[in-house]
């Protein structure tokens, strides 16, 4: 589903990957672990299209990366990928509801099917009830549940987590990361980025980055 062909990222004379080589099968749960600064992020990030490698290719589903241009890595990165952050990323003073029509408003979906996807994605974190509650008012475990939805409300293929335990509590992580493996457990790919070895008893497979390189 995913074939990472030796690429590298580089920052002038700083190399936060170098020659990495890597596949994802559909369907796999992969944690990626290792210590701050050994580029974890940076292949979420560059798996997910948000940056470009600097050298080699990333094939998602065949199609190869390298030669896209802006606009195509964003319809890709759109339709395939949906993306949690450790640090929620939610408009503060949108409703829920808002929050997580915005992905949907900007894949051109109409109003009628907007709401309808909406409800379904909070059904399944356990928020619809909060949907007109404005964000800020919102607990931790409960932005990162709604960014959850956020995440799944495009119905991607492949499911990206940077951290998504990072800033919560022991019992908020073990709802989370359930939720995690229940999206995998549908049948998507979850690619999920920690610091925490708790984590990764969820995970299917795990690999370790140790200065921008595989272990």
Do not use: W
């Amino acid at each position: 589903m995913i074939n990472i062909n030796d690429i590298s990222k580089r920052y002038g004379d700083f190399f936060a990957l170098e020659n990495i080589s890597l596949q994802v099968d559909e369907g796999e749960f992969l944690a990626i672990v290792g210590a701050s600064g050994s580029g974890k992020s940076t292949l979420l990030n560059i798996i997910g299209q948000i940056e470009k490698p600097t050298a080699g290719d990333i094939l998602v589903e065949n199609i190869s990366t390298i030669s896209l241009s802006e606009k195509e890595r964003a319809q890709l990165r759109n339709s395939t990928f949906g993306y949690i952050f450790q640090q929620f990323y939610l408009e503060p003073l949108y409703s829920l509801f808002k929050n997580i029509e915005i992905p949907l408003i900007i894949a051109g979906e109409k109003k009628s099917i907007r709401h309808e996807k909406i409800h379904e994605a909070l059904k399944m974190v356990g928020l619809h009830e909060k949907s007109k509650q404005v964000s800020a008012t919102l607990s931790g475990g409960e932005k990162q549940r709604a960014a959850i939805a956020r995440a799944l409300v495009t119905n991607p293929k492949i499911v990206l987590a940077d951290e998504p335990c990072g800033n919560l509590d022991s019992k908020n992580t073990e709802i989370i990361l359930g939720h995690l493996k229940e999206i995998n457990n549908s049948g998507k790919t979850v690619l999920m980025v920690t610091h925490n070895m708790d984590d990764i008893s969820y995970a299917t497979r795990t690999i370790k980055l140790v200065d921008g390189k595989v272990e």
